[in-house]
């Protein structure tokens, strides 16, 4: 089996007396997408917090790559090859789609703390940018302005970001929230298609798209992983039927 | 040829007429006098609008860096120091460490609270100015001697300092758009709009901003320099906060989003508030209103005025 690319360890974290985050370890494999879901209140987001580095835990730890993670920023996360896709649409609006790719390519490419050049006539970020922009699709909508895409379109393009900053781990955070079924099959094609270069963090409620492109789920409720496994364990499990019962109705 | 636009046009028009003023008739001292501190006044509002409109960083303290610059001038100078080898560094370096120490500080504050911090140093430095009874206390400080060009009173000849003060502008106005275009704007551009979506592709927005910080205050020190020898006097007021609030008048009034605007915005302030008082004594009841009647109803300033009569 292949060694695990990012690795949780027991994190845990509190607010006031309510856990949170409940001695939840997972990891992701290289090449793998690796999904969690959960009913809503179960503790996702402030988990994806914590692996991010916007969100310190109160216990456990990060690896990701061999490296102790657990301490980084947001930033340096970033640096180490792990990029992420926000819940909420999180692109700039003001600055060209085109731009707002070659900011994340600018990151990877040598210091930033350069003030003679314009950035906009740099050729290899541009040329990096148009590559990862072609990737999603988005080739033909570069010249625009990014708060002028559909909704979709900027989903797509938080993945572009994503894949500027050359990640080695993709931590998407909900990629399907609000795009339209036409969307959404366009979306769930692009993602099979990285998911042979990058693992892939998914957090996703879209249940079709997590049974479709997932190699393994975990499931998590009240802030605990009450199951791992692969899509069939998952289906069958008794467990994961009961947290999702009354919520909504388990897929399959 | 990509099409010139009309702030920047406009700007370039401005800077031409300022430019030929001694030969179209403007060469009168009390023109030049004027247009000096327009000039001035428009380069230490470059400087803010690259900070806040850039880098979106609200100074309300920027008048103290410019103010530091000042009193460097005349601390130097009640010690007869007052060639320019001396008095460029030490004010370069006094602007520099005075927005390096409060921008450490403040830049780690955001929104209101940033306003409020700058604002507090700013008059930190004001009663700090007010209590320097060797250069003047309260009632400011009057130079012996402007500055001097390596042993030469170049200064004092009001055609040399009207072209001194215009050749800063441009230098301002040409180094801020250099630097917003560049590698480190599109950082600072970025966190401005949307500082989580920038730290996510892997900047930590700090550095960033607090370089921003001390370069537009050493350029608001430097103007402070020509301030100085513009007026032959230094004041504790030229820190306060009201000279402030009238940059970030200017800014606004220009337009927040372009840097042309803080041109255009300190233009037309020093043109009014030289022209007001030549019609009442209570010119301010004109000039205040005036301008809260232009932030009311000119959104994006004058460059949002103009560029919506034009579409």
Same mark, same amino acid.
């Not at chain 2, 215009?166 to 500082?195: Q, T």
């Given at each position: 089996?292949?060694?695990?690319?990012?690795?949780?360890?027991?994190?845990?974290?509190?607010?006031?007396?309510?856990?949170?985050?409940?001695?939840?370890?997972?990891?992701?494999?290289?090449?793998?997408?690796?999904?969690?879901?959960?009913?809503?209140?179960?503790?996702?987001?402030?988990?994806?917090?914590?692996?991010?580095?916007?969100?310190?835990?109160?216990?456990?730890?990060?690896?990701?790559?061999?490296?102790?993670?657990?301490?980084?920023?947001?930033?340096?996360?970033?640096?180490?090859?792990?990029?992420?896709?926000?819940?909420?649409?999180?692109?700039?609006?003001?600055?060209?789609?085109?731009?707002?790719?070659?900011?994340?390519?600018?990151?990877?490419?040598?210091?930033?703390?350069?003030?003679? %050049? $314009?950035?906009?006539?740099?050729? !290899? @970020?541009?040329?990096?940018? +148009?590559?990862? #922009?072609?990737?999603?699709? /988005? &080739?033909?909508?570069?010249?625009?302005?990014?708060?002028?895409?559909?909704?979709?379109?900027? %989903? $797509?393009?938080?993945?572009?970001? !994503? @894949?500027?900053?050359?990640? +080695?781990?993709? #931590?998407?955070?909900?990629? /399907? &929230?609000?795009?339209?079924?036409?969307?959404?099959?366009?979306?769930?094609?692009?993602?099979? %298609?990285?998911?042979?270069?990058?693992?892939? @963090?998914?957090?996703?409620?879209?249940?079709?798209?997590?049974?479709?492109?997932?190699?393994?789920?975990?499931?998590?409720?009240?802030?605990?992983?009450?199951?791992?496994?692969?899509?069939?364990?998952?289906?069958?499990?008794?467990?994961?039927?009961?947290?999702?019962?009354?919520?909504?109705?388990?897929?399959? | 040829?990509?099409?010139?636009?009309?702030?920047?046009?406009?700007?370039?028009?401005?800077?031409?007429?300022?430019?030929?003023?001694?030969?179209?008739?403007?060469?009168?001292?009390?023109?030049?006098?004027?247009?000096?501190?327009?000039?001035?006044?428009?380069?230490?509002?470059?400087?803010?609008?690259?900070?806040?409109?850039?880098?979106?960083?609200?100074?309300?303290?920027?008048?103290?860096?410019?103010?530091?610059?000042?009193?460097?001038?005349?601390?130097?100078?009640?010690?007869?120091?007052?060639?320019?080898?001396?008095?460029?560094?030490?004010?370069?370096?006094?602007?520099?460490?005075?927005?390096?120490?409060?921008?450490?500080?403040?830049?780690?504050?955001?929104?209101?609270?940033?306003?409020?911090?700058?604002?507090?140093?700013?008059?930190?430095?004001?009663?700090?100015?007010?209590?320097?009874?060797?250069?003047?206390?309260?009632?400011?400080?009057?130079?012996?001697?402007?500055?001097?060009?390596?042993?030469?009173?170049?200064?004092?000849?009001?055609?040399?300092?009207?072209?001194?003060?215009?050749?800063?502008?441009?230098?301002?106005?040409?180094?801020?758009?250099?630097?917003?275009?560049?590698?480190?704007?599109?950082?600072?551009?970025?966190?401005?709009?949307?500082?989580?979506?920038?730290?996510?592709?892997?900047?930590?927005?700090?550095?960033?901003?607090?370089?921003?910080?001390?370069?537009?205050?050493?350029?608001?020190?430097?103007?402070?320099?020509?301030?100085?020898?513009?007026?032959?006097?230094?004041?504790?007021?030229?820190?306060?906060?009201?000279?402030?609030?009238?940059?970030?008048?200017?800014?606004?009034?220009?337009?927040?989003?372009?840097?042309?605007?803080?041109?255009?915005?300190?233009?037309?302030?020093?043109?009014?508030?030289?022209?007001?008082?030549?019609?009442?004594?209570?010119?301010?009841?004109?000039?205040?209103?005036?301008?809260?009647?232009?932030?009311?109803?000119?959104?994006?300033?004058?460059?949002?005025?103009?560029?919506?009569?034009?579409?």
């Amino acid at each position: 089996m292949a060694e695990a690319l990012l690795s949780v360890q027991g994190l845990c974290k509190h607010y006031g007396g309510l856990a949170v985050t409940n001695d939840v370890s997972l990891d992701v494999k290289p090449g793998e997408i690796h999904a969690l879901i959960g009913p809503n209140g179960a503790g996702k987001t402030t988990l994806i917090h914590q692996i991010t580095g916007t969100v310190a835990p109160d216990a456990g730890s990060v690896v990701f790559a061999d490296k102790d993670i657990t301490r980084f920023s947001l930033p340096r996360r970033v640096h180490a090859g792990l990029a992420r896709s926000f819940q909420i649409t999180s692109i700039i609006a003001g600055f060209s789609v085109l731009e707002n790719v070659a900011l994340a390519a600018q990151a990877k490419s040598g210091s930033s703390f350069r003030f003679f %050049r $314009a950035a906009h006539g740099e050729a !290899a @970020l541009n040329e990096a940018a +148009r590559e990862a #922009l072609a990737e999603v699709g /988005l &080739a033909d909508r570069a010249a625009i302005i990014a708060g002028a895409l559909s909704h979709g379109e900027k %989903r $797509a393009l938080e993945i572009a970001i !994503a @894949l500027a900053t050359q990640p +080695r781990l993709l #931590l998407l955070d909900e990629p /399907l &929230a609000g795009a339209g079924p036409e969307e959404t099959e366009r979306l769930i094609t692009l993602l099979r %298609r990285l998911k042979s270069r990058y693992a892939i @963090l998914l957090v996703e409620h879209d249940m079709q798209a997590v049974f479709a492109l997932a190699d393994r789920i975990s499931v998590l409720a009240e802030g605990r992983i009450i199951a791992t496994g692969s899509t069939t364990e998952i289906r069958a499990s008794a467990e994961v039927r009961a947290a999702y019962l009354g919520e909504e109705e388990m897929p399959c | 040829m990509p099409r010139l636009r009309l702030d920047v046009a406009l700007t370039l028009l401005v800077l031409a007429v300022l430019a030929l003023a001694p030969f179209i008739g403007l060469g009168a001292n009390h023109y030049l006098t004027m247009f000096a501190r327009m000039m001035i006044l428009a380069a230490a509002a470059v400087s803010l609008s690259f900070l806040v409109g850039g880098a979106g960083l609200a100074s309300l303290g920027h008048a103290a860096a410019m103010g530091v610059g000042a009193y460097a001038v005349a601390i130097l100078d009640a010690h007869r120091l007052t060639d320019i080898t001396i008095v460029l560094p030490v004010a370069l370096a006094a602007a520099a460490l005075f927005s390096l120490l409060t921008g450490a500080i403040a830049i780690r504050t955001e929104g209101v609270n940033f306003i409020m911090i700058t604002l507090a140093f700013g008059q930190m430095a004001f009663f700090t100015a007010s209590s320097l009874a060797a250069y003047g206390g309260d009632d400011g400080y009057t130079l012996y001697d402007r500055t001097e060009i390596f042993g030469s009173r170049l200064m004092e000849n009001r055609i040399f300092f009207h072209y001194l003060c215009l050749g800063f502008l441009i230098f301002c106005w040409g180094l801020c758009a250099m630097l917003l275009a560049s590698r480190f704007g599109r950082v600072l551009r970025a966190a401005r709009e949307n500082p989580l979506r920038t730290q996510a592709v892997g900047f930590a927005p700090y550095p960033f901003r607090l370089l921003a910080y001390v370069t537009a205050g050493t350029l608001a020190g430097l103007a402070g320099v020509l301030f100085a020898n513009a007026t032959e006097f230094v004041a504790p007021a030229y820190m306060g906060w009201q000279r402030s609030g009238e940059l970030i008048f200017m800014v606004i009034l220009g337009g927040l989003g372009r840097l042309s605007g803080a041109i255009l915005g300190a233009v037309v302030f020093v043109l009014l508030e030289t022209w007001l008082p030549s019609l009442t004594a209570h010119w301010k009841m004109i000039f205040g209103p005036l301008l809260i009647l232009a932030v009311l109803f000119m959104r994006g300033g004058l460059i949002g005025f103009l560029g919506a009569r034009r579409g």
